[in-house]
């Protein structure tokens, strides 16, 4: 997977790269779909979910740019992958996710690979963390229509956020960069994501 799909596709992050080598994708997906565990495609995992294809899960993670120090904010825990991956590269992540089966699931599976710098909680992502913020990065997994203002608020001055926005097929990724206090943002990728649900107030201007 690292060899043949991450690399040719321009993921040059040797610690991101390291992560997605060792963190075990199998354990993330279905039993009947453990066979396509490594191609590069996004997998359903139940509950109308889905679980990120490896280059886009590379790809966001090293935009990012992880620290070893950092604390992270995930909005979208689905099956805990990559979660799993930024517990591999920071402090500590946090993750929320709205269906509490899966985040129940995802809790127990991570706790059983042994990544106890990983935290999930079910919960409306787009309100965030409060009680642990700031986060030094937020990465999300489901696309809302706006950038939602909780997140941004969390988000520490010098901090980056990769998020997807947009309805239906018309989605874009997009990287933010708070300075002080102001946002800088542009989009980087076209991506298919499936639908933030939740209630959060549009982004403040200015």
Same mark, same amino acid.
């Given at each position: 997977? /690292? $060899?043949?799909?991450? #690399?040719?596709?321009?993921? !040059?992050? $040797? +610690?991101?790269?390291?992560?997605?080598?060792?963190?075990? +994708? @199998? $354990?993330?997906? %279905?039993?009947?779909? !453990?066979?396509? &565990?490594?191609?590069? *495609?996004?997998?359903?995992?139940?509950?109308?979910?889905?679980?990120?294809?490896?280059?886009?899960? &590379?790809? =966001?993670?090293?935009?990012?740019?992880?620290?070893?120090?950092?604390?992270?904010?995930?909005?979208?825990?689905?099956?805990?992958?990559? &979660?799993?991956?930024?517990?591999?590269? /920071? &402090?500590?992540?946090?993750?929320?996710?709205?269906?509490?089966?899966?985040?129940?699931?995802?809790?127990? !599976?991570?706790?059983?690979?042994?990544?106890?710098?990983?935290?999930?909680?079910?919960?409306?992502?787009?309100?965030?963390?409060?009680?642990?913020? %700031?986060?030094?990065?937020?990465?999300?997994?489901?696309? %809302?229509?706006?950038?939602? *203002?909780?997140?941004?608020?969390?988000? #520490?001055?010098?901090? +980056?956020?990769?998020?997807?926005?947009?309805?239906?097929?018309? *989605?874009?990724?997009?990287?933010? @960069? #708070?300075?002080?206090?102001?946002?800088?943002?542009?989009?980087?990728?076209?991506? +298919?994501?499936?639908? =933030?649900?939740? *209630?959060?107030?549009?982004?403040?201007?200015?």
């Amino acid at each position: 997977m /690292v $060899e043949e799909q991450l #690399k040719p596709r321009g993921i !040059r992050d $040797e +610690r991101v790269l390291a992560a997605l080598g060792k963190v075990p +994708r @199998e $354990e993330f997906v %279905p039993e009947n779909e !453990r066979s396509e &565990a490594y191609s590069d *495609q996004s997998l359903a995992i139940g509950h109308d979910q889905t679980i990120s294809q490896p280059f886009i899960v &590379a790809y =966001m993670t090293e935009q990012l740019r992880p620290r070893p120090t950092d604390r992270v904010l995930e909005v979208g825990t689905g099956s805990g992958y990559q &979660a799993a991956i930024l517990a591999e590269l /920071v &402090a500590e992540v946090y993750s929320i996710e709205i269906i509490e089966p899966l985040a129940r699931d995802a809790s127990a !599976r991570l706790a059983r690979l042994g990544y106890k710098n990983a935290h999930v909680k079910a919960g409306d992502g787009s309100q965030g963390w409060a009680e642990v913020a %700031p986060f030094d990065s937020i990465t999300v997994t489901c696309a %809302p229509d706006h950038v939602p *203002q909780a997140l941004t608020d969390q988000l #520490k001055d010098g901090g +980056r956020m990769v998020i997807p926005v947009g309805v239906g097929l018309d *989605q874009q990724l997009y990287l933010l @960069e #708070k300075k002080d206090g102001h946002l800088d943002q542009r989009a980087i990728l076209p991506v +298919r994501f499936v639908p =933030m649900v939740g *209630q959060a107030p549009p982004q403040k201007s200015g």
